[in-house]
């Protein structure tokens, strides 16, 4: 029995459990990018690796030394006024760069938006309603991450 329990423990690899495969540094705002109180309120581009962790285990949110490979983003395209649900959708738009060893062997462009607030959506405001955008694109680029490819269009794209 005990050669059964030591096949079943085929070697992964030699990282601790919880190490992380992927870097994802802060998101980085484009120049392009409109929204001074989005950008000073929101913290898009510390939530976005946060949210994509919760989707991709093996992304770590940070610098990740020691990581295999090294994600990055930057919001490209952010439409939320202030006024939360009443003041029209919210957007994100983000582009991102997956490199290897310094290579690159990936890169998107996602987008998603939000139109309510859901249930009691009047409560929410324009940060929260950009959180969930943002959550969204996080999970769109979690399900691409597996099988990279290059130039891939997510979410509504």
Not at 26 to 47: G, I, R, W, Y
Not at 63 to 74: F, I, P, R, S, Y
Not at 147 to 153: E, H
Request: hydrophobic share 45%; net charge positive; charged share 15%.
């Amino acid at each position: 029995m005990s050669l059964v329990v030591l096949a079943a423990c085929e070697k992964k690899g030699t990282k601790s459990p919880g190490a992380a495969d992927i870097a994802v540094p802060p998101a980085t705002f484009a120049a392009s990018v409109e929204a001074p109180k989005v950008v000073a309120e929101c913290d898009l581009q510390n939530q976005l690796p946060q949210f994509l962790a919760e989707f991709a285990p093996g992304a770590a949110p940070g610098a990740g030394a020691g990581a295999g490979k090294v994600l990055t983003m930057e919001i490209t395209h952010v439409m939320g006024f202030g006024g939360g649900l009443y003041s029209g959708p919210k957007q994100v738009v983000v582009k991102g760069t997956l490199t290897a060893g310094g290579q690159v062997v990936g890169s998107f462009e996602a987008k998603r938006t939000t139109v309510t607030g859901g249930a009691f959506g009047g409560f929410k405001g324009t940060c929260s309603l950009l959180h969930r955008t943002a959550k969204a694109v996080a999970k769109d680029v979690s399900e691409w991450l597996p099988a990279p490819t290059m130039d891939a269009k997510l979410g509504e794209l």
